[in-house]
């Protein structure tokens, strides 16, 4: 898969199915954060493979980033890419911001 194709899918199963994120998945959540921080201005590849790793010891996680990336294949067929220097230039903080939301929705107290 393609390094931007990864990133996206990841963000898309962030954002909106954090029901695949375990417990175990949600506690690592900011070691991935801290490593993004560190590595976001290398170029999209080296990231892609920073998540992925990540991602491989999650299997609920990595089976939805591999549904997201395929769907993410067949709309690019359908659709005009975007602004894709715009894109990069976002790509990490929204996905920075999205793992925030994830772990605090999951880590809040419940309310009874």
Known sequence: MEANQIIQAFTEVVRNQDYF?????VAAIPQLQKTIA???TQPPEIVA???RQWYLDYEDVR???????EREIEKVGKTKPENQENTVENRYQVLQ????????????????
């Open 49 to 51: 493979e920073a998540i």
């Open 38 to 40: 560190e590595i976001e």
């Open 21 to 25: 994120f375990c417990d175990a998945a």
């Open 97 to 112: 911001d999205e793992l925030k939301t994830l772990k605090e929705k999951k880590t809040s107290p419940k309310k009874s």
């Open 63 to 69: 089976d939805a980033v591999l549904l997201a990336e």
